[in-house]
Structure formats: structure tokens, C-alpha cells
Nanobody
């Protein structure tokens, strides 16, 4: 079983930056470097929406249009940690942010929730205006 722990969420002001971390504390015997990873976010009453993802197919990153140019993915395989750097934050970025893992590299689109078999517990990001 894969276990993911997010951290870094907090209250910030509009225009601030924040970095979220997602650490795999259990990888079920598979190398973290092989995981395809994603970030999603959710606000009350709404479906969980795609934010960003990284796949091994060409080492490609994907971003939602709403965060493109402001958010950046990175990873440190030695630390088994996946990061989401968020700059120029807006009040509409307020949400619970979840990281997700696809350890097997399935064929679902990186933007699809169905791709990811393992999820963290979420970390709250609140952006005040």
C-alpha cells in the first residue's frame, strides 16, 4: 500500500507564494521514481479538480489552465517527495489540496482522477484577498 502525506498548506495573502510537499511514507515496494504523480484540489460542494501532474511519458508535466504560469511541479526522488510551488496566489486558489500517485503508470489521462490509486489526506490552502 502506498501512503502519501501532504504538508505546507496554510493561510496566506493574495500574491504570496507557497510550496506544498507530498511525501511517500510507504511505497509498497515500488521505486518512488517510477510513480506518476498529480495534484488536485477541492472546495466545499465542488468536485475534486485537476491542478497539475507529472508523467514519465516523455517526462511531461501538465497544468490546469487556471494555474499555468503560476504553479510549478518538482520532485526529489531521493526524499520520495513531490512538490507544488505556487506563486502569485489568488483567493480562488483556496482549497484543500491533495496529492495522488499512480505507481503502475496506467493509461488514464494524467488529468483524470481515475488514474490515481493512492491519495493523501489533503492540506488546506487559504488565500485571503
Amino acid at each position: 500500500q502506498v501512503q502519501l502525506v501532504e504538508s505546507g498548506g496554510r493561510l496566506v495573502q493574495a500574491g504570496d507564494s507557497l510550496r506544498l510537499s507530498c511525501t511517500a511514507t510507504e511505497t509498497s515496494g515500488r521505486p518512488f521514481s517510477a510513480f506518476e504523480m498529480g495534484w488536485f484540489r477541492q472546495t466545499p460542494g465542488k468536485e475534486r479538480e485537476f491542478v497539475a501532474a507529472y508523467t514519465w511519458r516523455g517526462g511531461t508535466t501538465y497544468y490546469a489552465d487556471s494555474v499555468k504560469g503560476r504553479f510549478t511541479l518538482s520532485r526529489d526522488n531521493a526524499k520520495k517527495t513531490f512538490y507544488l510551488q505556487m506563486n502569485s496566489l489568488k483567493p480562488e486558489d483556496t482549497a484543500v489540496y491533495y496529492c495522488a500517485a499512480d505507481p503502475m503508470g496506467n493509461a488514464y489521462l494524467p488529468t483524470a482522477r481515475e488514474k490515481y490509486t493512492d491519495w493523501g489526506q489533503g492540506t488546506q490552502v487559504t488565500v485571503s484577498s
